[in-house]
Antibody, heavy 123, light 108 residues
Framework: QVQLVQSGAEVKKPGSSVKVSCEAS????????VSWVRQAPGQGLEWMGR????????KYAQKFQGRVTITADTSTGAGYMELSSLTFEDTGVYYC????????????????WGQGTRVTVSA | EIVLTQSPGTLSLSPGEGATLSCRAS???????LAWYQQKPGQAPRLLMY???NRATGIPDRFSGSGSGTDFTLTITRLETEDFAVYYC?????????FGGGTKVEIK
């Protein structure tokens, strides 16, 4: 069974950056699409972007373009999401999620999810 | 970007009743690449349905999905206590994935 384990909670100051990691066990992320999804307190789900690790190909939501960087390390099977120029509105829980099937099969729904990383932006 | 609008925002129902959740897209979702997720408080979302009408592994058959083009429905027959949660639709037809705003199914 694939498990995605994310890094721990972060508290950041406005204007700074945060980098969240996502490590896979029981399976790989390298040949699958890995998306990052944000959830602000009491709000819905917001897709931020995705990567196909083995190709290094990324796609970002227009809202986050220029501020988010999604990377992956195929040697360790870990994915990363870095968000810069943080504001109070970036407070929330950040999830990584892996596609259901291999990326070569096209776009996929998100089957495996990490436990979420809470990011708090506070002065 | 494909905008997904879910209705109603909240459904108040009793265990044993049925639920019908709607998801409307601002443009046609090609190949019916529409998924439904369930989220409970403090938990990550869980994939329920994909391809509009295919149940993910381990999802009970009281959950069913239907629809095509711009109109999609998630139906839950005979609600059980563990089904009270928030449900999101998501399209994965375009390179910019999007989620609907969610429908909360609460105990009446």
């Amino acid at each position: 069974q694939v498990q995605l384990v994310q890094s721990g909670a972060e508290v950041k100051k406005p204007g700074s950056s945060v980098k969240v990691s996502c490590e896979a066990s029981g399976g790989t992320i390298n040949t699958y699409t890995v998306s990052w999804v944000r959830q602000a307190p009491g709000q819905g789900l917001e897709w931020m972007g995705r990567i196909i690790p083995i190709l290094g190909v990324t796609k970002y939501a227009q809202k986050f373009q220029g501020r988010v960087t999604i990377t992956a390390d195929t040697s360790t099977g870990a994915g990363y999401m870095e968000l810069s120029s943080l504001t109070f509105e970036d407070t929330g829980v950040y999830y990584c999620a892996r596609g259901q099937g291999p990326a070569i099969g096209g776009l996929q729904p998100l089957l495996y999810w990490g436990q979420g990383t809470r990011v708090t932006v506070s002065a | 970007e494909i905008v997904l609008t879910q209705s109603p925002g909240t459904l108040s129902l009793s265990p044993g009743e049925g639920a019908t959740l709607s998801c409307r897209a601002s443009q046609s979702v090609s190949d019916n690449y529409l998924a439904w997720y369930q989220q409970k408080p403090g938990q990550a979302p869980r994939l329920l349905m994909y391809g509009a009408s295919n149940r993910a592994t381990g999802i009970p058959d009281r959950f069913s999905g239907s629809g095509s083009g711009t109109d999609f429905t998630l139906t839950i027959t005979r609600l059980e206590t563990e089904d009270f949660a928030v449900y999101y639709c998501q399209q994965y037809a375009s390179s910019q994935l999007t989620f609907g705003g969610g429908t909360k199914v609460e105990i009446k």
